[in-house]
């Protein structure tokens, strides 16, 4: 049962990445994203690595896709359609149709490229200590760093009174 969950999942995931690459309205490709991601976050529960999950929906769903979706929506000078189909398509879909023979192929025969899996650690606890402690300092200078950007990218992308 596990094994048809992760292939609907994937499924999903697969079908939600071809839809950001084919919409040509910048916000559905943004919101195809969410669901993209959200479906990486799916398949990392459905492999027993729910703290990766979770970092999955926290930081690319929370963080960066709204991040994303605010900078279309703040910055006025771009165009919100773009032309998806282009003379590069055919060159695309060829190696993305290769990459993905090579992944079929892989998983259907059963190779594993690392060898057998290590032993399962609890790292999560580990983690949590070393970002509260060693490393709080650089935790906190990017969180700042990522305001100013933010704030940096308000200014700019506002309208002047004229």
Known sequence: MQAVFFFVVAAFTVATALLVV??????????????????????YVLLDAEFLGAVQVLIYVGGITILLLFAIMLTTRIATRVDVFNEQMGLS???AG?????????????IQIAGEAPAPVETTPALGRLLMTTHVLPF???????????????????????
């Open 22 to 43: 084919t919409r040509p309205n910048i916000v559905h490709s943004a919101v195809a994203l969410i669901f993209s991601f959200c479906g990486v976050a799916g398949i």
């Open 140 to 162: 906190e200078l990017i969180s700042i760093l990522l305001l100013a950007a933010m704030v940096g990218a308000i200014i700019l992308a506002r309208r002047e009174k004229e």
């Open 98 to 110: 290769g990459i993905t023979a090579i992944l079929v192929y892989a998983s259907l025969t059963g």
């Open 93 to 95: 879909a060829l190696i």
